[in-house]
């Protein structure tokens, strides 16, 4: 006797962690409830799927969808449908560029009641921890964030100071306690301000404001970082690493026990420091690309999977804030959760055909692991309908024209891909295909992780 289902995709190639199925999947209710060859049940819908890809829903623990306050750099609605263009159906929002930042747990509630109004992928939220939030952490951990989020350097708004190592120490000892993970961003900022002063003295043009963020900084946040994870027992994500080196120093942590992850972006692998001197702010980013020499060894550690997580850090701006004669004064953020994830899925594949289900694991199952996302991260019976339709051999030009964000700017245009994402599905429901948004595609769900 056959049951009857909500959704079938039939005769697609199937990416899991451990490697590519020719599997359909049947869903209802949202979960995949069989994976299996020749389904015969009935089903209200059927996704024919031959010739493409089934790809986990890519999980972007790391975007700056900014609302409350902030929406004229990006907002919830236009940077959801973005990531999910790109194959995303889950995102991490950063508490700092909202207003106000999310510190407590009514900020946090706010920006909440904004995202399930508004978003069309499924989110968590992550808090800050500044100085003077020790107190507010309890209650974020109670609100359900993600995790805190530090800054060892100038976040570049006023509303969200960086810590100090006292600080930092303190607020890695009390989110011990509390069960949550910190992530960092890794740039020193004594150092940083003792090259940027040196810099300007000289300058104020692209090579200039490059050479006043150079790797050193990146180096020993990470290494102070590290140290202070390990003394506190705290868990620690250090994110957008933008070195090989920087891989090294963390995967040494590990050997010495620190409970310790490592995300990069696609753009630290598909850019290199000559972008930015040939398109100058699309590719400004804090840390900022490397040479070509880095970027390959920061390949190499992806591939080696010595980087644990890959995420966008999409962070946007107006075109006013993209401009100005003084590099230094121009908003440092590459928007890229829509181009960055299937471009390298592209680059990936034409250096390593078999390279999917490494892929897989940084993009989606590794992230629902580390920051305990239920149901999330792979495609399996009893885990979320999330995945992405990918055309591996729809070779294609990258336009800013065919971008989702609240400004069509980013550092792609103009790149050749192979990869076409066909269609996403959250939770069994298309939110994206044809090239757009689909109709109704709300009904967000907010994830706290599980204890």
């Excluded at 209802?28 to 994976?35: L, Q, Y």
């Excluded at 490059?210 to 946040?221: D, H, I």
């Excluded at 920087?246 to 972006?265: D, F, H, M, P, S």
Aim: aromatic letters at 6%.
């Amino acid at each position: 006797m056959s049951s009857r289902l909500d959704l079938i995709i039939r005769g697609g190639s199937v990416v899991t962690p451990g490697g590519v199925q020719r599997v359909d999947l049947g869903v209802a209710e949202g979960r995949i409830v069989k994976m299996t060859t020749g389904l015969t049940e009935t089903a209200t819908a059927v996704i024919e799927a031959a010739g493409l890809h089934v790809f986990p829903g890519i999980l972007d623990a790391h975007v700056h969808f900014n609302e409350p306050g902030r929406a004229e750099w990006e907002g919830l609605a236009t940077g959801s449908s973005a990531l999910a263009a790109g194959g995303g159906t889950w995102f991490g929002d950063m508490p700092l560029n909202s207003l106000p930042p999310v510190l407590d747990a009514a900020s946090f509630a706010a920006k909440k009641a904004l995202a399930l109004q508004k978003s069309v992928t499924d989110f968590s939220l992550w808090g800050g921890l500044v100085p003077g939030n020790l107190d507010q952490l309890g209650e974020l951990r109670n609100a359900g964030a993600l995790g805190l989020k530090a800054f060892m350097c100038s976040s570049g708004v006023d509303e969200f100071t960086n810590v100090d190592a006292s600080t930092l120490r303190a607020g890695m000892k009390r989110a011990a306690q509390l069960g949550m993970l910190v992530a960092v961003h890794a740039e020193d900022n004594d150092l940083a301000a003792q090259h940027t002063a040196a810099a300007r003295a000289r300058g104020t043009d692209a090579a200039t404001w490059l050479a006043s963020r150079p790797l050193e900084l990146e180096l020993a946040a990470i290494h102070l970082a590290l140290e202070l994870a390990g003394e506190t027992g705290c868990a620690l994500h250090i994110v957008h690493v933008s070195s090989p080196e920087g891989i090294a120093l963390i995967a040494a942590g590990k050997k010495r026990g620190v409970n310790v992850t490592a995300e990069t972006c696609p753009h630290y692998l598909l850019l290199n420091e000559n972008e930015v001197l040939r398109q100058g702010a699309p590719a400004k980013c804090a840390p900022p690309l490397r040479p070509e020499t880095s970027r390959r060894g920061l390949w190499r550690a992806a591939e080696q999977e010595g980087v644990d997580t890959i995420g966008s850090d999409h962070s946007p701006a107006p075109p006013g804030m993209k401009t100005a004669a003084d590099f230094f004064a121009i908003w440092g953020g590459i928007s890229g959760c829509q181009h960055g994830f299937p471009l390298l899925l592209s680059e990936t594949l034409a250096r390593d055909a078999q390279a999917l289900p490494r892929l897989a694991r940084q993009l989606a199952a590794n992230v629902a692991q580390r920051f305990r996302l239920p149901h999330k991260g792979r495609l399996a019976v009893g885990f979320d309908a999330d995945f992405s339709l990918l055309d591996l051999n729809q070779a294609h030009t990258l336009q800013n024209a065919a971008l989702l964000y609240g400004h069509q700017q980013g550092p792609y245009a103009g790149r050749a891909s192979t990869v076409k994402v066909v269609r996403t599905v959250r939770r069994g429901r298309t939110v994206y295909g044809e090239g757009r948004i689909a109709s109704g595609a709300g009904d967000a769900q907010f994830l706290a992780p599980t204890s």
